[in-house]
């Protein structure tokens, strides 16, 4: 493939697909745009962020961005606030049917890794959060068949736990597993 056509895949998406591409962010499904533009599955969000407006743009936006931007201190900080606003509007749509059938697929085929437990015969793990709240803990696994917590294999250093909530695995378990 040459390297003008692997540029071009990396570009096509926008923002959400170059985000849910990125190192470590397998856990992540695309939130659809008509989720996001929804006012009402944003209520509540604008208070936590100080460049709320400008993150909700970058995430919208049909391009991502690219090493001149990465380079950028003002779109370094709003970067920062977009990726912690999708996080949480992430946290919301996976709660929706049609979140919970993207996240359902990613857990049969195995994405989110196995349970380290040898009893537990690899069984799939879901991801967690630990606290609804920003910067409390990292993104952990659950296995619903021991029920215990663990580290992900994969580290996942910028993925908070805040970006899948409490009940995700639960919810999952309850209607699809």
Known sequence: ?????????????????????????????????????DSFNLYGLKPKFSHYEEALEMILQPDCPDEEDMQNEKFLRIYQDASDLYGLIHARFI?????????????????????????????????????????????????????????????????DGAYFGCSFPHILSLIHI
């Not at 390297?3 to 397998?26: N, P």
């Not at 049969?108 to 040898?118: A, D, I, K, Q």
């Not at 967690?128 to 990292?138: F, I, N, P, W």
């Not at 696994?141 to 215990?148: D, L, N, S, T």
Request: charged content about 30%; hydrophobic content about 30%.
């Open 1 to 37: 493939m040459s390297d003008d056509s692997e540029k071009s895949q990396l570009t096509d998406g926008g923002w959400i697909a170059w985000f849910c591409s990125l190192e470590d962010h397998h856990f992540f499904c695309e939130v659809d745009e008509e989720f996001i533009r």
């Open 95 to 159: 709660l929706t049917p049609r979140g919970l059938a993207i996240m359902r697929e990613k857990y049969l085929s195995g994405r989110f890794g196995t349970c380290p437990r040898v009893l537990c015969e690899r069984q799939n793990v879901l991801p967690l959060g630990l606290s609804e709240d920003l910067r409390t803990s990292r993104v952990k696994v659950y296995c619903p068949k021991c029920e215990e917590i663990y580290i992900p294999k994969r580290k996942c250093i910028d993925v």
